[in-house]
Each structure stands twice: as C-alpha cells, then as structure tokens.
C-alpha cells in the first residue's frame, strides 16, 4: 500500500504520484537484474531527468523544480523503494550541484547550472581519499595555482558515478591545514582525469564506485568555486542537505522491506494460522513499523527546519543516523520475517540488508553523526 504522506501543497501530492508512476515504470522491473548484472541504469536516469526528477530542490531560475526540502526528500524516498542504487545516486547528484548554487559567483550560476540542472547530466562528489574519509580535513589531492588556474595532481577514492558522471565537484588542498582545501567544478572530459576500476561492493552495484586519478590535469581559474580556502566548510555545508537525502533513502529502503515482510507474513502459515497473526511475529511488524515512521518523521523534521531557513545541521545528523539505523534494522528484520527464504536471492529482501548497510557508512558514518550531534550539544 502506498505511503500516506502529509504533503504541503496540491502540486506536491502530483509529483509524488508522478514519481510513483515513472518509479514503478523504469525502476522496479529492471533493478534486480541490473543489480546482479551490474549494469548501469543509464535509461533510469534519462527518464527520472526527463520527468524534471534531478533538479527538484533548485530554483526555476536555474532550471531546477523549486520544490521545498520536504517534498524533494519525499521523492527521493518513493524512488529508493524501488531502486536504492538510483535513488542515492540522485541524491548524490543533488549534493554536487549545491556548493555551485550556494558558493558560486552569479557569472559561474548562470554558466553552468542550467545545463547541471537540465536532467541531461549527472554530478558526482568527489570528497573522500583512501586515507581520508571521516577525516576528510586530511585529504592530500593538490590544486597548484599555474597561470590560469590550477594544476590537479592526486587521487580520489568512493566516488559515487565515478566515470560516468558529467563533472565532479571536487576537494582539493591548495595550502596547509584545514583551511587550505579547496573547491572545484571539474568537466568529466578534462585532460589527465583517469578512473579507476569499480569497487566490488556488497549492494548498490548498479552504479559504479570508484577512484579518480589527476595526472596534472588542468582547470582554469573560474573553476574554482568559493574563495580558495573555503573547501571544507563548503563541503561540509553541502554534506547537511546531503545526509537528509541518505535519511530519506534509507526510509525508503526500510518502507519496502516492511512492506514486503507485511505482504508474506500475511501469506505465509504456520501452525494453521497467517504468521502475522501470531502475536511474536506481529510485534516484529508492529516493531519495524515504528522504525520506518520514526525515521521518516526525524527527515522531515530537519527538512523543514531547512525549508525554514532555521539551523539544521544537527537535525539533520539525527536523521541521518536514526533513519539509517532504522534500515538497518528494518531489512534485517525483514529477512527474519521470510525465513529461510530470506536468506535467498528468490525475494529481494536479502538485497535491501545489503544496500541498507552502506547508508550507515557513507555521507559521514554514524559514529560522525554522533560526534557532530554531541558538539552540538557541547556549545
Ligand atoms: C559505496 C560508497 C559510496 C561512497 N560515495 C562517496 C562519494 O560519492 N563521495 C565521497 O566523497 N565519498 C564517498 N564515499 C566515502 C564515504 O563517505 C567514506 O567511506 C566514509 O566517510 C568513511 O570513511 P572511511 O571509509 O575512510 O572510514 P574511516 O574514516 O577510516 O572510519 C573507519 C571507522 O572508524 C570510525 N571513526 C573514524 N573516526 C572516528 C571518530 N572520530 N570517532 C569515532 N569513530 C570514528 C568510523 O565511524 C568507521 O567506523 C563512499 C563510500 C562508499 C563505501
């Protein structure tokens, strides 16, 4: 049964039932065979920009579909219950987008982001290094101001659409410590970016994971987003709206699982009776359940402090780690549910535990979120 959301407007309540109907169309008959295959949903993508999906919350000026937090986050969660590989990967193209629209000069906006919003394009966010990820202020990619703008020598590592993305926003140190890293908006063709060959990853495997090489590549000086120096507080900044996509998606991913477990132990006897009616397991539900509206609620309350234009960094860690959490739990309580077929590739809920896990690591793991909560807390 689909989801009773509380939406804010008419126009909100017919996107979503947009997204469901595109969703259910391009995403949920090919993601199970594209998940084991490997293959990448380019038709997915082509059809969620198409239908004005990659560009939700950007303003109209730029292109984008000037939808508040709430709802965007809303969609993203519809397309996670389908596909979740997809659905991060639209999230993560949401997050390369917003150090431009929030750092960049009107000149750099008005330059690129029509064409990053058109649903044409996908952005990746090219953070981490291989001995850099919570840690990222340790990063050791260097940007050399050369005449003209920079020279980019380093590695990256975990980029989400690496390889296939139109451009990578990128972090990079142009000076010592933590205030001297930073920003970047690099072209997927630029001369010496190499990639390097996918992770073999427990789920999400439909969109490539990988590494970046820069070998001197060079960007011109209004490639640079931000004043120099500012990379990770524009980082980091990007990272809140950020984390409300991966709650958002690990909501999704927890409904599914609930829904499924619903459906089966609805079907499935035993002892005589419908396993959901034996009151041990109707409590498992009952259980995973309150973890999906609980991590749903945490989401939207951040996103509307964010709509707002409140102070939302701290809720949007608690989201982030109770909704990820949620699905955590949800999916592997959903295997519980099925049994011994749980534990087989016949249904797909085995699947969503292992897509659940990565949603507790990446975007800052949840011991991060905890850490940014308690300094919070600690002011
Ligand atoms: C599938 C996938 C996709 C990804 N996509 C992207 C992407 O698109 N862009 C990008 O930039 N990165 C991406 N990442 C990287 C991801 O964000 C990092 O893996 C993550 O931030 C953790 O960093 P790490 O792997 O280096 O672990 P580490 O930082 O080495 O952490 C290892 C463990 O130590 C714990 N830990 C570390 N520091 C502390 C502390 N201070 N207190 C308590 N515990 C701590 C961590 O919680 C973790 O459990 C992706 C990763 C994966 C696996």
């Known amino acids: 049964m689909p989801v009773d959301r509380l939406l804010p407007t008419e126009e909100a309540r017919d996107l979503i039932e947009l997204t469901r109907e595109i969703a259910d169309k391009v995403l949920e008959p090919h993601a199970a065979e594209f998940e084991k295959r490997e293959q990448y949903p380019e038709e997915a993508f082509r059809a969620l920009g198409a239908a004005g999906l990659l560009s939700l919350p950007y303003p109209e000026e730029f292109g984008g579909g000037a939808q508040p937090y709430e709802v965007y986050l809303q969609v993203l969660e519809e397309l996670a219950a389908r596909w979740a590989a997809v659905a991060v990967a639209v999230s993560v193209h949401s997050l390369s987008c917003h150090p431009l629209f929030v750092f960049g000069t009107p000149e750099q906006q008005r330059r690129w982001l029509p064409e990053m919003l058109s649903g044409n394009l996908i952005g990746a966010y090219s953070l981490s290094e291989a001995h850099a990820g919570s840690d990222a202020a340790a990063l050791r990619c ?7 703008g920079y020279r980019i020598d380093g590695s990256k590592s975990w980029i989400t659409n690496g390889g296939r993305a139109d451009y990578y ?10 205030r001297g890293v930073s920003c970047f908006l690099v072209p997927a063709g630029t001369e010496g970016l190499g990639f390097g060959k996918p992770e073999e990853k427990m789920g999400l495997r439909a969109v490539p994971t990988t ?12 490639r640079l987003i931000g004043a120099e120096g500012q990379g990770l507080s524009i980082a980091f900044s990007a990272l809140d709206s950020g984390r409300l996509g991966i ?3 690990a909501t999704g991913l927890a409904q599914r699982a609930l829904d499924d477990a619903v ?27 309150a973890a999906v509206d609980s991590a749903r609620a945490t989401y939207l309350d951040a996103a509307r402090r964010r709509d707002a234009g409140l102070p939302y960094s701290r809720q949007a860690s608690v989201a982030k780690l109770v909704a990820t959490d949620a699905a955590m739990k949800v999916t592997t309580d959903a295997v519980q549910v ?12 085995e699947r969503y535990m292992r897509e659940a896990k990565i949603t507790q690591i990446f975007e800052g793991t949840n011991q991060i979120q905890r850490l940014v909560i308690a300094r919070d807390l600690a002011r």
């Open 338 to 349: 099925f049994g011994g077929y749980g534990y087989t590739q016949d249904f797909p809920v």
């Open 169 to 178: 926003t990128l972090f990079a140190r142009t000076g010592d410590g933590s």
């Open 247 to 249: 709650a958002a998606v």
């Open 211 to 222: 590494t970046a090489a820069y070998d001197g590549a060079f960007l011109p000086a209004e």
């Open 142 to 148: 260097k940007a050399t101001a050369v005449e003209g």
């Open 263 to 289: 459906a089966y132990a609805k079907e499935r006897e035993a002892f005589g009776r419908r396993i959901i009616d034996h009151q041990g397991l109707g409590f498992v539900l009952a259980d995973m359940a």
